[in-house]
């Protein structure tokens, strides 16, 4: 179900500024990571799902090779040539776009610009992959009004593409295949080995608190990649030491991590656990999904963000506090860090019936600490991204 207001919105400002109407308009939203944190890079697994924020993006073909892009919030047009597509220092949203084009381009014909406007809901910096709905959304528009073909899959690494190259940060697949996959009420399991993904109920007693801290989320800063190069040197390690053959950390168990780990420097070494302890709980976590044992699975979620406290280092004060206090609260039947960490949000899993009033007691116990409250949005697994005309 798409938000019409957005929509409405986004056709009207389109029509003033322009001067005509768009011939696509697509939607994508953004994602939550339930289970499974920096697994995606190390080719593991992942619980996640899309939510009910996303991004539209409206666009028309343009006569000549200057896309006109519109970011409709802020209401501020940039334009570049299709033909020689640099990324920006300024207006850093326009590298998302400007990624993704240049991807499609190299799947098929981009022969003249565009006129582009993108209106969503998603809070920024907020841990929900704003920049994965824009790539997505814009991934799908685009590719519909240049009639080119690309699978699920190939978008999804077209966007990752437009990260790594145009916005400086290495990420792994998860928040764009999460975009896609999504469906309503479900979550979507991933094994990001193959990058096969599932649907998996989760039942109608289930909704999500998105607790955004407002603290800073710092992907862009290096400290994303610096962990991800840190996991690559103790996949290496393990290569050399086990006798099976370790393409990435996916391939480690924790017992071997817990004989092998001497070795390596201490940080390496702590790193390395994190994903190896999250691929565990992701597998275990499916297993008490099928028997419907929620909170078991929430206890796993606590497990994974003490793991990203304790062995990743990509928690921060103000998400472990939100933890800390959904763990004492009654109804809040898990909580962890979502994403790359170091700031943003924290999800937190509980009943429909007992979100508002968790929302109220995270809101309040946060206020207290820091001056204000959190920011709670209450997040319903989605449809994923899709052509709305
Ligand atoms: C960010 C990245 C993802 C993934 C998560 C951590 O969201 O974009 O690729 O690595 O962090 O699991």
Redesign the pocket.
């Known amino acids: 179900m798409i938000n019409e207001t957005i929509y409405n919105e986004l056709m009207q400002k389109y029509k003033d500024h322009f001067g005509f109407q768009p011939e696509v308009v697509s939607y994508a939203p953004g994602r939550i990571?339930v289970l499974?944190?920096?697994?995606?890079?190390n080719e593991g697994y992942?619980f996640s799902a899309a939510i009910n924020f996303g991004t539209f993006f409206a666009a028309r073909k343009a006569e000549g090779g200057t896309c006109r892009l519109v970011a409709g919030d802020l209401m501020k047009e940039v334009s570049f040539d299709a033909g020689s597509i640099e990324a920006s220092d300024s207006d850093g949203w326009q590298n998302y776009v400007k990624g993704t084009l240049a991807g499609l381009a190299e799947n098929g014909t981009v022969d003249c610009g565009f006129d582009g406007m993108f209106l969503g809901n998603i809070p920024l910096g907020s841990g929900l992959?704003s920049s994965a709905a824009l790539e997505m959304s814009t991934g799908l528009a685009l590719a519909k009004l240049y009639g080119i073909t690309v699978d699920p899959v190939a978008l999804a690494k077209i966007g990752q593409k437009a990260e790594h190259d145009y916005a400086g940060?290495n990420?792994?697949?998860?928040?764009q295949i999460s975009s896609l996959a999504g469906e309503s009420g479900k979550l979507v399991k991933t094994d990001f080995r193959t990058v096969e993904f599932e649907p998996v109920a989760i039942g109608d007693d289930v909704c999500f608190l998105m607790c955004n801290t407002l603290s800073k989320h710092a992907?862009v800063d290096g400290a994303?990649n610096k962990l991800r190069v840190a996991c690559e040197q103790c996949a290496e390690h393990f290569g050399k030491v086990l006798t099976h053959p370790v393409k990435s950390l996916r391939d480690v168990s924790m017992a071997e991590w817990a004989i092998y780990k001497q070795d390596l420097p201490e940080r390496v070494a702590s790193c390395g656990a994190h994903p190896i302890g999250e691929d565990e709980r992701v597998l275990l976590g499916a297993e008490l999904l099928e028997k419907g044992d929620l909170e078991g699975f929430g206890g796993l979620m606590f497990d994974s963000h003490e793991s990203s406290r304790v062995l990743f280092g990509n928690s921060c004060e103000e998400l472990d506090f939100v933890v800390a206090t959904a763990k004492k609260i009654p109804g809040a039947l898990g909580a962890r860090l979502s994403?790359?960490g170091f700031g943003g949000s924290a999800v937190v899993l509980v009943n429909p019936r007992d979100a508002e009033t968790v929302a109220a007691a995270l809101e309040s116990a946060f206020s207290s600490k820091y001056g204000h409250p959190c920011e709670v949005s209450v997040i319903t697994p989605s449809q994923g991204a899709h052509l709305v005309s």
Do not use: A, I, Q, R
């Open positions: 990571e499974g944190n920096h697994t995606d890079y992942v992959s940060c990420c792994g697949l998860l928040d992907l994303y994403g790359g």
